[in-house]
């Protein structure tokens, strides 16, 4: 039995508990009128998730379960190479300033520089974000974390690309067998020690991969202490951001991206639900890569029909109080909407986050999820089916 399986195994068998609480509480019928006494709705249909967990052959799940869970040919041979930390993700937003001053109060990240036209802030000493300054964007879509029910403001900010540190690494080599696939690599050195690549992946998204020599030597060479010229927005939470709990990747063929980067960088699948599929970023964190089915072209596209979007990420903080982290966003005037992905109330949901707006408009998900419980959200939305 393999680690994933091996966790999931162990959920499951916890996650009676959650499900005798309701039955006790007067089942499933009770949920939504509970949801609706405290202010506690479910946004699993506004964040998408799991689109067959609730079964197959259903208007939201079309496919039958073989159908919706059948392997692909992998889209080309494994490299053998491991993601092993993140350099940094970069933000492309319309005021680069007020972004990073948001993430220092309520995140807890630090600023490591500004230079006038990006800051760069380590969330952690485990990534590093770049908010990058940028055209506002008129026509942009609109970030999802602005609650429920009234108009949500368009988003100014988007994920540009992401940098893993892979290994091995020897540049040679692997410039070669990004080509052997298909890549177009292109060499993006500082002379001092990095080393990494730029190439697009299916969907035309911008990857880069590097050695490890950039942002996460810096982390661990010298502490990020500069000082934003930017106010802050409002008083520091105290909070620490400590894990990457998922990038919601959209795919215009999920199936073939999850191929693409298991088989490029290592990242490990847990398991086909039919629409989407959590993978694990090595020790780093998880990706929800979701999207078009490849045995029905007209089944769960991404929106626009546009892959190749991190539509949000969800980041876990610590310390996490249910409560405490909604009355704390609340206080600085953000929306807490509320996601368990599942319908379940949050207290005794598998799993616990909330959806905000940051001052650009990225839907910012904050959850409870860590290294130690990083499957909570699979788990929780895997399809009785499936569970055997």
Same mark, same amino acid.
């Given at each position: 039995m393999d680690k994933a399986t091996k966790l999931f195994t162990n959920a499951d068998r916890g996650a009676i508990s959650r499900r005798t609480l309701l039955q006790t509480l007067g089942g499933a019928a009770i949920a939504a009128p509970l949801a609706a006494v405290f202010g506690l709705g479910s946004a699993s249909s506004a964040f998408g998730q799991g689109r067959c967990m609730r079964g197959y052959g259903t208007p939201a799940c079309p496919l039958d379960e073989t159908q919706a869970t059948a392997a692909i040919p992998p889209v080309f041979k494994p490299t053998g190479w491991h993601t092993v930390s993140l350099d940094h993700i970069a933000f492309d937003v319309a005021d680069y300033r007020s972004e990073a001053a948001f993430y220092i109060a309520l995140m807890g990240w630090k600023l490591r520089s500004d230079d006038g036209k990006q800051a760069v802030l380590d969330m952690g000493d485990w990534g590093t974000a770049i908010f990058r300054q940028s055209a506002p964007a008129a026509t942009a879509p609109p970030a999802d974390g602005g609650g429920?029910?009234?108009?949500?403001?368009?988003?100014?900010?988007? !994920?540009?690309?992401?940098?893993?540190?892979?290994?091995?690494?020897?540049? +040679?080599?692997?410039?070669?067998?990004?080509?052997?696939?298909?890549?177009?690599?292109?060499?993006?050195?500082?002379? #001092?020690?990095?080393?990494?690549?730029?190439?697009?992946?299916?969907?035309?998204?911008?990857?880069?991969?590097?050695?490890?020599?950039?942002?996460?030597?810096?982390? %661990?060479?010298?502490? $990020?202490?500069?000082?934003?010229? $930017?106010?802050?927005?409002? $008083?520091?939470?105290?909070?620490? @951001? !400590?894990?990457? *709990?998922?990038?919601?990747? &959209?795919? /215009?063929? =999920? +199936? #073939?991206? !999850?191929?693409? =980067?298991?088989?490029?960088?290592?990242?490990?699948? @847990? =398991?086909?639900?039919?629409?989407?599929?959590?993978?694990?970023? &090595?020790?780093?964190?998880?990706?929800?890569?979701?999207?078009?089915? /490849?045995?029905?072209?007209?089944?769960? %596209?991404?929106?626009?029909?546009?892959?190749?979007?991190? *539509?949000?990420?969800?980041?876990?903080?610590?310390?996490?109080?249910?409560?405490? !982290?909604?009355?704390?966003?609340? %206080?600085?005037?953000? %929306?807490?909407?509320?996601? @368990?992905?599942?319908? *379940?109330?949050?207290?005794?949901?598998?799993?616990?986050?909330?959806?905000?707006?940051?001052?650009? &408009? =990225?839907?910012?998900?904050?959850?409870?999820v860590t290294h130690d419980n990083r499957l909570a959200l699979p788990n929780a939305v895997k399809p009785k089916a499936l569970k055997g």
């Open positions: 429920r029910g009234g108009a949500r403001a368009p988003s100014n900010a988007s !994920v540009a690309s992401f940098c893993f540190d892979i290994a091995p690494w020897n540049a +040679k080599t692997m410039e070669a067998e990004l080509r052997k696939r298909g890549l177009t690599p292109t060499a993006d050195n500082d002379g #001092k020690g990095f080393e990494s690549f730029h190439f697009k992946d299916l969907d035309g998204f911008n990857v880069q991969i590097s050695n490890g020599q950039g942002y996460t030597k810096a982390r %661990k060479s010298a502490p $990020a202490n500069a000082t934003l010229s $930017a106010p802050a927005p409002f $008083a520091s939470t105290g909070w620490k @951001t !400590v894990w990457l *709990d998922h990038l919601s990747f &959209g795919a /215009s063929d =999920y +199936k #073939k991206t !999850v191929s693409f =980067y298991s088989n490029l960088l290592g990242w490990t699948p @847990t =398991y086909d639900e039919g629409s989407q599929n959590e993978v694990m970023i &090595g020790e780093v964190g998880d990706a929800i890569i979701r999207g078009g089915n /490849s045995f029905d072209p007209n089944f769960g %596209k991404t929106p626009n029909g546009r892959g190749g979007r991190i *539509d949000h990420i969800s980041f876990g903080i610590q310390p996490w109080d249910t409560d405490g !982290v909604k009355a704390e966003l609340e %206080k600085r005037g953000l %929306k807490a909407t509320i996601d @368990t992905s599942t319908g *379940d109330e949050i207290h005794v949901a598998a799993f616990k986050s909330y959806h905000t707006s940051t001052p650009n &408009g =990225y839907n910012l998900q904050i959850s409870y």
